[in-house]
């Protein structure tokens, strides 16, 4: 979770392997709990789902466009959800680039080959938090 000016507030903890980011938020906030009532969540397509799992008014998930059919050949979105899904995207790219900044710390983009069990949450806290102090100056 980040601010718009690419302020890092959470991190959730790792995943060995090949995980979908909309069951690593399920593993970290469960859904029974009221978590996102008071937040504006802006999420993207990855969290497929979450309107109708979690609570809250503030929950904005671009919107999907349709199937190709033998009934719809051609789908496309209006111009209204066009522009609703770039105003979305607008803000959401500050958080994208929050990760492209902690990614500046080659520790993150390269093979991680550690002997310590769980150190590589305290490599991605200390790259967040040298992000933070680098926003900071």
Same mark, same amino acid.
């Given at each position: 979770?980040?601010?718009?000016?690419?302020?890092?507030?959470?991190?959730?903890?790792?995943?060995?392997?090949?995980?979908?980011?909309?069951?690593?938020?399920?593993?970290?906030?469960?859904?029974?709990?009221?978590?996102?009532?008071?937040?504006?969540?802006?999420?993207?397509?990855?969290?497929?789902?979450?309107?109708?799992?979690?609570?809250?008014?503030?929950?904005?998930?671009?919107?999907?466009?349709?199937?190709?059919?033998?009934?719809?050949?051609?789908?496309?979105?209006?111009?209204?959800?066009?522009?609703?899904?770039?105003?979305?995207?607008? #803000?959401?790219? %500050?958080?994208?680039?929050? &990760? /492209?900044?902690?990614?500046?710390?080659?520790? *993150? !983009?390269?093979?991680?080959?550690?002997? #310590?069990?769980? %150190?590589?949450?305290?490599? &991605? /806290?200390?790259?967040?938090?040298?992000?933070? *102090? !680098?926003?900071?100056?």
């Amino acid at each position: 979770m980040a601010l718009p000016d690419k302020f890092i507030l959470f991190l959730g903890r790792t995943f060995s392997g090949r995980n979908h980011d909309y069951l690593m938020l399920k593993q970290e906030f469960p859904p029974e709990l009221d978590w996102f009532t008071d937040l504006n969540v802006r999420v993207d397509l990855g969290y497929l789902g979450i309107k109708s799992d979690y609570r809250g008014e503030q929950i904005d998930l671009p919107t999907k466009k349709p199937r190709k059919s033998k009934k719809n050949p051609n789908p496309q979105l209006s111009d209204e959800q066009k522009a609703a899904n770039k105003v979305l995207s607008q #803000i959401r790219i %500050f958080i994208e680039h929050a &990760i /492209g900044g902690m990614k500046r710390y080659n520790i *993150l !983009v390269h093979t991680f080959r550690n002997r #310590i069990a769980h %150190f590589e949450d305290d490599v &991605i /806290g200390v790259c967040a938090g040298l992000w933070n *102090l !680098v926003l900071s100056y």
